[in-house]
């Protein structure tokens, strides 16, 4: 769908308003994803494992939380 809105947008087939109307996502999107586009030829979403994976989860932030609010010492 991605590389669609750019080849609508490139062809001159809709405006850029038009195709946030119907795609819903913003202009900073937009060229984001064109810029990624335009240096490898094709867009890919970003896998979800991307980067370092977090070594506490939200139950262990929590309870990090309350031993501070406990003994702030």
Same mark, same amino acid.
């Given at each position: 769908m991605m590389s669609a809105v750019? &080849? @609508? =947008?490139?062809?001159? $087939? @809709?405006? @850029? =308003?038009? $195709?946030?109307? &119907?795609?819903?996502?913003?202009?900073?999107?937009? =060229?984001?994803?064109?810029r990624l586009y335009d240096e490898t030829g094709c867009v890919k979403p970003r896998s979800r494992f991307f980067g370092r994976p977090h070594i506490l989860n939200l139950e262990d932030l929590h309870y990090l939380l309350e031993v501070v609010h406990h003994r702030p010492d």
């Open positions: 750019i &080849c @609508l =947008y490139e062809q001159g $087939i @809709l405006e @850029l =308003y038009e $195709i946030f109307n &119907c795609v819903g996502f913003s202009r900073r999107s937009f =060229y984001r994803i064109k």
